[in-house]
């Protein structure tokens, strides 16, 4: 059975870049973002491309812009709103054979993530949910210290049919989330045969209805892992559709305990304004959709990175006082192919 896994390391062996094979995409990107490829900078990768993909582009120098998932945007030229799936808005959580409404942006919601933490806290849905995001992801990327200190292993449900079983989504939300998470490696420079391999692997794995079961997280046993389960989503080759049950639309909360797009809203304004930076107070009690601003101690560093013959310029935010403004306007070395790609939305196109 080929697996997601397998397909992402054939794809890096068939593609052109000359790489040493043993490198994964985690790796690749550890080594050419921040140099020492440790279990710590392993996870502050995922970390960022986590958030990125959520929240929109929240790094200076992105190289693409990015909308966020759980901000309003467009897949393939219709609108795609995928906040009420998170806010509680609908009744689509799978919490033991029972759809419920739950808000996972119960803990600060964009703000923390703006800092490249996944909460303020460590107890919420918020915390919860994203940091399993982040070892799941880690695990699909194939990082090397995955399941080792610094890098905790996938402690969620590994199988993602469990998972969105409520939700019913359709190919154009799919497609919007897989478009966010390629918009956000492209946006910290990474190239696009290899976002292509991952958007591909995402199609393949969680895209097609009635999926047979595959096991997606090392260790897991395999299991349904389709989470494209609504009628209009393309049927998978060895379809096995008697093992999935008939997909539901979810009900709308009579409820909702979390943010809405107003709510948010300024928050990612308060972000893009540049107001939400790393100083060590910022993260002490603070409640949900509390605004923390300060300057005082950011400052951007450029790393220029020569990798497989292409340059990655990236330019990020570190905790070192400054006496001066921060230049944030430094330099961005965007590959124009990669802009007209993303541009064009031509990643997403792929998918369907
Ligand atoms: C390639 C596509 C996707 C992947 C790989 C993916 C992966 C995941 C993972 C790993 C979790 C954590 C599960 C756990 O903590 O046990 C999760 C939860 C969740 N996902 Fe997705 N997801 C995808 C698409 C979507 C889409 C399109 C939506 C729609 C809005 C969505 C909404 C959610 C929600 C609301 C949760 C929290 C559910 C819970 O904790 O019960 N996901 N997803
Ligand atoms: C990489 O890690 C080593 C040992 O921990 C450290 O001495 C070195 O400064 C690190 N290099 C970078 C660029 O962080
Ligand atoms: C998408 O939403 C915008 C703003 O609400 C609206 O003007 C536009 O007509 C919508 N487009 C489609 C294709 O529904
Ligand atoms: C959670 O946060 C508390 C309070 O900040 C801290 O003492 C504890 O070590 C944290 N636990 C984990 C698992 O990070
Ligand atoms: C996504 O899957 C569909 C089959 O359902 C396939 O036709 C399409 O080429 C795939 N896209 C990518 C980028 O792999
Ligand atoms: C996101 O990236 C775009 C394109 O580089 C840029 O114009 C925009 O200012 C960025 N937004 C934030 C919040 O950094």
Known sequence: MIGLRQILVSSLLLGAEVYAQTDSLCDKYTKALFTNNT??????????????????????????????????????????????????????????????????????????LALDKPANGNTSNQYKLITHLYEFFGALLQCSMYGKTGFPAYSGNANMYDVHK????????????????????????VAEADILAVAGALNGTFNQRCAPPVAVI?????????ICINTACPLATSAMCSSYSTAVEPA???????????????????????????????????????MMMTGSMATTVTDV??????????????????????????????????????????????LL
């Open 39 to 112: 279990a710590e900078n392993q996870y502050t990768l995922l970390v960022k491309v986590v958030n990125t993909a959520l929240i929109g582009n929240y790094t200076a120098g992105a190289k693409v812009k990015v909308n966020g998932i759980l901000v309003p945007g467009m897949f393939m030229g219709q609108n795609v709103s995928l906040l009420h799936y998170f806010n509680g808005g609908l009744v689509s959580t799978n919490r033991g054979s029972k759809a419920s409404a739950v808000n996972f942006i119960d803990d600060g919601g964009a703000i923390p």
């Open 305 to 350: 990175i020569t990798s497989g013959g292409s340059v990655i310029t990236m330019v990020r935010t570190t905790e070192v006082p400054v006496t001066s403004v921060p230049n944030a306007g430094a330099v961005q070395t965007v590959a124009p192919l990669m802009v007209a790609v993303a541009g064009a939305g031509l990643v997403g196109q792929m």
């Open 166 to 189: 409520y939700m019913n989504l359709d190919p154009t939300e799919m497609g919007y989330f897989i478009q966010e998470v390629g918009l956000s490696a492209a946006s910290f420079g």
């Open 218 to 226: 090392p260790s897991a046993q395999a299991g349904l892992q389709a």
């Open 252 to 290: 709308t909360a009579t409820s909702t305990s979390g943010p809405q797009l107003t709510d948010l809203a300024p928050q990612l304004s308060s972000i893009a304004a540049g107001e939400v930076t790393k100083t060590e107070m910022m993260s002490s009690g603070a409640t949900s959709g509390t």
